[in-house]
């Protein structure tokens, strides 16, 4: 025990010493999706946004340094992809009282950096692992990390939209939730392992915890009895903020925005889910 | 999709954290902010005004003039807004009855799928939406793209399947909303045999949603499904512009229908426990 100590603060101290090196790969920077796009061209690539965003969701130069830090108008890079999407969380949904699962004061919370009622303080990064979409990371020392992975910001990936980035905001921000208040998931990254019940994506499934439309109020999200009756999983909160784009967004979303959530947001209600299917949203209508 | 675990505890690794971080903290710059070379623009509030007066591209020409009418139009449906949903729809309605330019959606329609996927969703559910023979013709061409066994997998599932199955899922809705006898035959085939669930679940949503969800519909569908998804039947969906009463009411019925959807109640973590490999198989 005593050596694997040794050799862990050893790494540990390489680790900060290359700490500031910029990562050897990057994700394809060639393109951007139609999506993506289409979103940007909503603000022209708005200055005073990312000027505010990179504090928000606490992005650190050193981390996204060679993804666009010094380019953040470049549509095709992933600091700036990553901030469409977070721009589309800001201001993109309608909240509607009626209608929507939760409410951008949700929403935002769970991908923000600030410590919440959702989860403990966290910073945002960029990996080119391809083992998942995304990852929720604790650490000892200082905030808790979300880092968002290639298949996310790759034009010709199903998820490389702004709206499934940012369904992945949650879904990692619910796993941090899972954290603070100690809730066990599943021993499969968080998940639950194999593919029990009506679930086919391998060690990556949940329970849906079906609830009404307004059984939350805004910013309520959080919230729970410690039931069945009034809890949330990571996909399921995913799949909610899906809908919520995909059926609830403003008019001036982008439509091809609002088809990748669908696509998204079904595709995982069918999948990933023990006691599935999630609720499927809007109507099959194909315009 | 993971949660992973860092924290090292230790007393080594906490000594050497707090050594290494106090010289870093002592010369520790302002951090630098992302930074462009590009001029300020306006701002959104004032772009999407401007956007939302932008008149669709005409549908028109033969050849490679159609080809560019449609690429052009594929751009300008791809960023509309909610408010200009029915004059998408009333362009493609009437661009249905033009084969040279239905032929050109189809071959953008295979392009994307291979560099695009958002904007593969979009032109197929552009052809779905003109609802024609010249569209059908192309969505049971893109319905015949094999389906892969094998890719690349990424959080439990193989991407190649989910973005062929969520491309085909929308050929399916256009397919679905002919409402027609060679149209339903393709959506039937679906729900019987196509190796992706979502495939599947698109196909029994969409036939219901084209045939007012009746139970005259349920019973058409009832041979074609497979017994382990007999629920889809059943699923609820929030509709756009649905009230929460009407939606809650359906979601209380379906859960009357099917108690064992319900799940169990959530466990606390065990504090300080951390993933292993279990214990040994016993001897």
Known sequence: MTTRRAISALLFAAALAFHSAPAAAVCNQSAASTADTALWNTHGCWQAFFL?????????SSDWNNRGWNDACNVKLEFPKHWNAAYLVTYGLQDQNCCSWHGTSDYRALGEARGSNFHTSLYHTCSDDNCCFGSFDTHFF??????????????????????????????????????????????????????????T?????????FHGVGAYAFGALYQTDGTANRFHSPNQVQVEFLCDVADYSKSWVPASVKQSAKADADARAVARFINGPGYKCGNPRPW | ??????????????????????????????PKPPETTAPA????????????????????????????????????????TSDQADLVRR???????????????????????REDHSRALVVLALVGEARSKYGEECLVKFMAIP??????????????????????????????YLKSDSGDKLVFEAIAKHPSRIVRAEAIAAYLWNHDNSDKAKEALKPYVRKDELIFLDRVTRVEGEKKES???????????????????PTKAQPGKKPTVGEPPAF
């Open chain 2, 91 to 113: 362009a493609v309605a009437e661009a249905g009855r033009s084969a040279e330019i239905m032929g050109a959606f189809c071959e953008e329609a295979f392009a994307a799928q």
């Open chain 1, 52 to 60: 505010w965003s990179y504090k928000a969701y606490d992005q650190r």
């Open chain 2, 1 to 30: 999709m993971s949660r992973r675990t860092t924290r090292a505890p230790g007393v080594l690794l906490s000594a050497l954290a707090l050594v290494l971080a106090f010289p870093a903290a002592s010369t520790e710059k302002k």
């Open chain 1, 142 to 199: 200082g905030p808790n990390e979300i880092s968002t992975h290639c298949p996310l910001y790759n034009s010709t990936a199903t998820n490389g939209n702004p709206a499934s980035r940012a369904g992945d905001f949650m879904h990692e921000g619910w796993h941090a939730w899972l954290d603070k208040y100690n809730w066990d998931n599943g021993s499969c990254g968080g998940h639950r392992c194999g593919t029990p019940g009506n679930c």
């Open chain 2, 147 to 176: 389906f892969p066994e094998k890719g690349t997998v990424v959080d439990g599932e193989i991407l190649e399947q989910t973005a062929l199955g969520t491309l085909q899922a929308k050929a399916i809705d256009g397919l679905a």
């Open chain 1, 201 to 209: 994506a391998k060690d990556a499934c949940d329970y849906f915890y």
């Open chain 2, 247 to 265: 939606f809650n009411r359906k979601l209380a019925a379906y859960l009357k229908a099917h108690p064992e959807v319900r799940p169990p109640a």
């Open chain 2, 41 to 80: 623009g306006a701002r959104p509030s004032e772009i999407v005004k401007q956007l939302a007066t932008q008149k669709p591209p005409v549908l028109a020409g033969t050849g490679a003039d159609a080809t560019k009418s449609v690429a052009a139009f594929v751009d300008w449906a791809a960023a509309s």
